[in-house]
Structures are given as structure tokens and as C-alpha cells.
């Protein structure tokens, strides 16, 4: 198509407000799938996508529309509405002229509409505002359009009404795209300069990339560069996403989105956010390419069951080319021995990223509690201060010379129903938050506004927060910088042996609860051995709190009280399906279950 007749965009929303829904029946409308062999969500195509009823990777689908008599190239990005995602969602936007923002017609504005808007128009896209979800009885799209206009700034008159479950204004919402979003600029005479915005790997094919021309053409032959990686390749297919890959002979122009092959076996190659040029004729810049994200939060994998290291390590690699936003680099534990030191976007992520890895790279993990990455500000040798990061208490130095333990900060805005704003403010004064303010937001609703501790926030604030406020509360952050309070790292000792992967950075005024409720939690995840094993909590040496796990006799099902032989069985399963994910401590053997106790808050 030429650029006249093209249309790049994408999809964005808060989560659960239609994306997806709306995505699919876009194909649909446009005639690319017949509804009757349409599949649910075509879009959320990771199996676990599905179980999970939220989108994890952006895709992309292109797709032909009838606009006055004319036949328009609509190219779109479906992409991920939860917060560990907003990564994915800036690569979406980088690609794109315009976006479509989603609003639940029953739920209103909540706050990562508000945060995805931000993003949109920072990118300079154009906009869409529409109101999904019509068809529910308790929709109120009016009042929403309103809300769009008083929240957002959107012009109330320009929302679209839609209802993804029956097709309503679907057909209105794409002659919108024709009619309001610009045509991809570019220029298909210069060099070309093709911007790389996903990749996935294929065991047949090597490196998927997902890509959009900015400026020059591609065709099928080329030899093409990768400019941060400076490696050259032959271009074997080019083509689109119908939604199947679908390889095509026509020459790739300014504006096109697509994918290309071009036998990539070296994972290092693709990065995501390069430029792609031609070998022969180099443009003189790259794009400007993405930010890198930073990754929050940080565990250790290490192998477990019959898996080796040398696989836990391929699939890592491998996974990495759809996923960069992942960090990972080896580790060693005295307990545990070789594995992985990870760094994810945030605790979805980290969960995402350890199925993804067992299911796709068919491997098996032990995992350990997730820490945030601290500051810490050392006494050098002839008293200089430097300051280094940790990712994982184990590496804190010698006390004796630690001046200061810094924590990431984040501005939080939490959008929540007027009713529930008193214990949310509870909560977040538990948590070590600094209040900001207080907005009113529409009738009912407020937007709050607090500085709080990442390690705060990362474990369970979140169902916190949806079970005060019976699910209508929202939230989205940022990390804003590095604060110092009184931090202290706790050791655990298990039969007398400190288990690095057990400690933990805590505040002080936290430190004898915490100390106490993760003994108890380790006591009850731990099997009773042969032997008596002692627990203990300890600050700089001090035992805080300790518990005692009994021995117990040669037979287990003696505390079954004999009898009740089924009982006796099922025992005995889940003793064996827990020793499937079990490390070995000295003479102790810790379940996985175990490591995670850590986040146990109480
Ligand atoms: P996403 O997280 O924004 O991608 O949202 P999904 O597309 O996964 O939709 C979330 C839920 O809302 C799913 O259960 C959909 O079936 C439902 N849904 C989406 N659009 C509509 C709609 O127009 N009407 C109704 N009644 N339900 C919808
Ligand atoms: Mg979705």
C-alpha cells in the first residue's frame, strides 16, 4: 500500500477494559477471520495468556479496510494494560502514528488509562477515545465520554461507542482510523532505517523480527545491517501478520509493518529498539531506539530436579530474545550452587518469566524470594565513602562499614472508590508512605496520591488494595529515587547455618515481627527430619527470634492416628510432590515454598 492508504496504531487501556476483546473483533469486521471459526482472544496467543485472561506480549496484526471506496492498510499493536508492562506498551507506541485508548464504559477512567494516555501523548500519537462495553446494563457512556473529557482532556464529542462482545461501533471505530489518524511519514528514498520493536525465537526459522520501515525499502534478498550489533544478514522472507505470518514479494516501504527471517541463529543479534539498514547503502544514524527499562525487582533460579544448569541457561537465553526486558547474569550459592541472578520489571513479571521458562524451555526451578535493589553507601579504604548496588541481601559488606542502606522510592497514584479512602490511607501509612495528595476524580472517586517504599509495594499492596476496595481500586507507580531510612539486615540460621537465600533487608521497626512470623512460616514448610533443627532469626549476630522443628520418628504417618488408610496415602503423595522442588541445606532439606516465606508479611 502506499503511506496515503497506511494506518499504524495501537490499542491502549487499563487492564480488563476490552483491549484484546476489541482487538479480535476488529479482525473480524475487517473479514480476516470468519466468526465462526474465530478463535477467543487471537490476540492473547501464549497459552498462558489465556489462562491468565491478560495479555503479556504486544502483538501485532495488519489487516485491510474498506474506507469510501478506497482499501486501507490498518496495521495494529494489541498491548498489555499491567503496570509490570508499561515497557512493552512505550515499544508499541514507538511504532505507531495514533492509538485507540479503551475505556470500560461501566468502570470509567481508572489509573492506567491515565498513565497509558501520558505515555501516547508523550509519543505524539494521535488519539481515539472509546467507550467500551455498551452492551452491560450498567453502562453509563455518556458519562464516561464526560469523564474522558474532565479527566483526560479529550474532546467528549470524539468518543466512539463500542461493545467488543457484539460488534456495536466497531465498524464506526475503524472508518475513525481511516479518517482521523495521520499517514506514516517517511521517505521511501532515503536509506533505509526500519525500526526493530519485538522478536521471537523459532527453532526452525532462527529470530523472528518484528519490525517497522521508517524511512527507505527492504525486499526479499537484501542484506541487511543490524546497526547496534553491526552484524549483516541476507533477508530470506519478508512479510505480514494476517494474523498468521505470512510471507509476501512485494517490496517493504516507509510505514510498512512486518516481520522478517533472515537465518539469525546468534540471539545478541536482535535487540529490540535497533535499526535495521542496508549494508550496502547505510543510513547515517540509527532511530532513536528505547529507553531500557530498569529492572525492579531481582531473584536467583536455580535448577532443580532433573534439569542441569547448561539448560536453565539456554532457556533463559532463548526466552530473552522475546522478553530483553529481563536481566539475568550467574550466581553462585554456598546452599543452592549455580543458578541465575534475574532482574524483572516487577513481581508479575518475575511469575510470568519462571512459568514461561518451565513451560516453553521445559525446565525446572527453584526460585528465590524476590528483593528490590538497594544503595548502599561504603566506608572505602582510607574513609572515602562510595556508594555500590546490591540486588540481593546476601552481598550487603561488613556492617562495620555501611553508612547507609538507600531504598528505591516510587510516586504512587491510587484511584479508589471515596468510601474506601480512609483504610487506603491506613495501608499505605503501614507501608511506610508519605501522603502527597488528594484529587477528586468523578463522583464517587478520588485519586490519591503517596510516596512509598518499593519493598513495600511489591509483594501483596496490590490485593491489599482490590480487597479494600472490593476490586474498583486501581493503582500505578514509578520509582522515583533512592531514600535512606533505618534498614537492617536479618540472617536466618537453619540447624546453625546461616541460608543466604533466607536473609533479608527489613526496617528496624519491622525487624522482630518479620523475624518472628518467617520462623513460624519456615516451621511449617519444613518436614520434621530425624533430627531436632533449630531456627533462627539474627541482626548483626543477635538472635531476634528462634523456633525449634522436633525430630520425628522413622514413621511419618504415625501422626495419622493409624486407622484411616487413604489419609496415610495422601500424606505420603504430598511429601513427594513437595520433595520434587527441594534444596538441600547442610543436612536439611528446605522446600521452595520455604524461600518464598521470606514475603510473608504476616
Ligand atoms: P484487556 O485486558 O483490555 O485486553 O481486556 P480483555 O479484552 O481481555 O477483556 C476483559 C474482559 O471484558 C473479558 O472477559 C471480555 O470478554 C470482556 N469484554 C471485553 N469487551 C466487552 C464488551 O464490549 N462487552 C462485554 N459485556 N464484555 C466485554
Ligand atoms: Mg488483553
Redesign the pocket.
Known amino acids: 500500500s502506499t503511506p496515503t492508504h497506511i494506518r499504524n496504531f495501537c490499542i491502549i487501556?487499563h487492564?480488563?477494559?476490552?483491549?484484546?476483546?476489541?482487538a479480535d473483533r476488529m479482525l473480524q469486521g475487517t473479514g480476516v477471520m470468519h466468526e465462526r471459526n474465530a478463535r477467543e482472544?487471537t490476540l492473547d496467543n501464549m497459552d498462558l495468556e489465556r489462562e491468565r485472561?491478560?495479555?503479556i506480549k504486544a502483538s501485532a496484526v495488519s489487516v485491510e479496510h474498506e474506507y469510501k471506496g478506497e482499501t486501507y492498510e490498518l496495521n495494529f499493536i494489541d498491548t498489555p494494560?499491567h503496570v509490570d508492562f508499561h515497557y512493552e506498551v512505550s515499544r508499541a507506541l514507538a511504532a505507531c502514528e495514533g492509538a485507540v485508548l479503551?475505556v470500560d464504559a461501566t468502570q470509567g477512567v481508572e489509573a492506567q488509562t491515565v498513565a497509558n494516555l501520558y505515555k501516547a501523548v508523550d509519543a505524539n500519537l494521535e488519539l481515539i477515545p472509546v467507550i467500551?462495553?455498551i452492551?452491560?446494563p450498567s453502562a453509563q457512556p455518556e458519562e464516561r465520554a464526560m469523564q474522558v473529557e474532565e479527566v483526560l482532556g479529550l474532546d467528549a464529542a470524539d468518543c466512539i461507542m463500542?461493545?467488543?462482545?457484539t460488534g456495536v461501533g466497531v465498524a464506526e471505530l475503524l472508518d475513525a482510523i481511516c479518517a482521523r489518524f495521520p499517514e506514516p511519514q517517511g521517505n521511501p528514498d532515503a536509506p533505509l532505517q526500519a525500526l526493530i520493536f519485538d522478536a521471537i525465537y523459532d527453532d526452525y526459522r532462527g529470530v523472528v523480527v518484528y519490525f517497522r520501515m521508517m524511512n527507505g525499502r527492504m525486499k526479499k534478498g537484501d542484506r541487511i545491517l543490524m546497526m547496534g550489533a553491526q552484524r549483516t544478514y541476507q533477508v530470506t522472507e519478508l512479510g505480514k501478520f494476517r494474523p498468521e505470518m505470512t510471507p509476501t514479494t512485494e517490496a517493504f516501504e516507509a510505514g510498512d509493518v512486518g516481520y522478517m527471517v533472515a537465518a539469525i541463529k546468534t540471539l545478541e543479534d536482535v535487540n529490540i529498539g535497533d535499526t535495521i539498514t542496508l549494508d550496502t547503502a547505510r543510513c547515517d544514524e540509527p532511530l532513536p531506539g528505547y529507553e531500557e527499562p530498569a529492572p525492579m525487582v531481582y531473584c536467583d533460579f536455580y535448577p532443580s530436579g532433573d534439569t542441569q544448569f547448561d539448560e536453565l541457561r539456554d532457556a533463559i537465553a532463548r526466552l530473552h530474545v522475546n522478553d530483553a526486558s529481563y536481566t539475568y547474569e550467574p550466581t553462585n550459592s554456598e546452599a543452592l550452587g549455580s543458578g541465575f541472578r534475574c532482574g524483572f520489571l516487577g513481581m508479575l513479571h518475575m511469575d510470568i518469566i519462571q512459568e514461561r521458562l518451565e513451560r516453553e524451555g521445559n525446565v525446572s526451578i527453584v526460585q528465590t524470594a524476590p528483593t528490590v535493589t538497594y544503595e548502599i553507601k561504603i566506608v572505602g579504604k582510607g574513609g572515602d565513602t562510595e556508594v555500590i548496588q546490591i540486588t540481593n541481601p546476601a552481598e550487603l559488606p561488613d556492617m562495620s562499614k555501611v553508612k547507609d542502606i538507600r531504598e528505591p522510592i516510587v510516586a504512587a497514584e491510587i484511584i479508589t472508590p471515596t468510601s474506601s479512602i480512609g483504610d487506603i490511607m491506613k495501608l499505605c501509612e503501614q507501608r511506610r508512605g508519605v501522603y502527597k495528595s488528594q484529587k477528586f476524580l468523578a463522583d464517587d472517586r478520588q485519586i490519591l496520591e503517596y510516596d512509598l517504599p518499593l519493598a513495600e509495594i511489591i509483594y501483596d499492596f496490590f490485593d491489599k488494595l482490590k480487597s479494600i476496595t472490593s476490586g474498583y481500586g486501581t493503582m500505578d507507580y514509578h520509582v522515583t529515587g533512592f531514600n535512606s531510612d533505618n534498614l537492617v539486615k536479618m540472617d536466618v540460621l537453619v540447624n546453625g547455618n546461616p541460608v543466604e537465600a533466607l536473609s533479608l533487608i527489613v526496617h528496624r521497626s519491622k525487624a522482630e515481627f518479620r523475624g518472628r512470623h518467617l520462623l513460624k512460616r519456615l516451621k511449617e514448610q519444613i518436614d520434621r527430619h530425624l533430627f531436632e533443627i533449630p531456627l533462627q532469626a539474627a541482626i548483626g549476630g543477635k538472635i531476634i527470634a528462634r523456633e525449634t522443628i522436633k525430630s520425628v520418628g522413622k514413621n511419618v504417618t504415625a501422626k495419622c492416628y493409624g486407622g484411616d488408610v487413604s489419609r496415610k496415602r495422601k500424606l505420603l503423595e504430598k511429601q513427594k510432590k513437595g520433595k520434587e522442588r527441594m534444596k538441600k541445606v547442610g543436612s536439611v532439606d528446605i522446600p521452595q515454598e520455604a524461600f518464598m516465606s521470606v514475603l510473608d508479611t504476616g
Open positions: 487501556a487492564i480488563d477494559h476490552g483491549k484484546s476483546t476489541l482472544q485472561g491478560i495479555t494494560g479503551v467500551n462495553k452492551d452491560l463500542t461493545s467488543a462482545k
